[in-house]
């Protein structure tokens, strides 16, 4: 089993940049992918960007394409996620997983979980 710890919300205002972390422990070797959902109120957990653990090839959303980068520290087992540009609909709580699936991911293919960290855009 694999522990994720999120950290980096916060409040920002719309054009404003946030830097998402995700430290992982446990079994972190047997893992192909990491990547990053998120949750709005009143919606379903959404799909953001996944990487390819061992040779760090990306894939995301076509909502944050261009504007969101993910990426992974192998040596710190830290998976990280650069947001610029946001915006008010980027509002959610976002959360870090683990799974075996980088390319067109489902929420199936993750399981493990981080508990999530709130973030809010202001407009």
């Known amino acids: 089993q694999v522990q994720l710890v999120e950290s980096g919300g916060g409040l920002v205002q719309a054009g404003g940049s946030l830097r998402l972390s995700c430290a992982a422990s446990g079994r972190t070797f047997s893992n192909y992918a990491m990547g990053w959902f998120r949750q709005a109120p009143g919606k379903e957990r959404e799909f953001v960007a996944a990487v390819n653990w061992i040779v760090g090839s990306t894939y995301y959303a076509e909502s944050v394409k261009g504007r969101f980068t993910i990426s992974r520290d192998n040596t710190k087992n830290t998976l990280y996620l650069q947001m610029n540009s946001l915006k008010p609909e980027d509002t959610a709580v976002y959360y870090c997983?683990?799974?075996?699936?980088?390319?067109?991911?489902?929420?199936?293919?993750?399981?493990?979980w981080g508990q999530g960290t709130q973030v809010t855009v202001s407009s």
């Open positions: 997983a683990a799974g075996a699936q980088w390319y067109r991911p489902r929420e199936a293919d993750f399981g493990s």
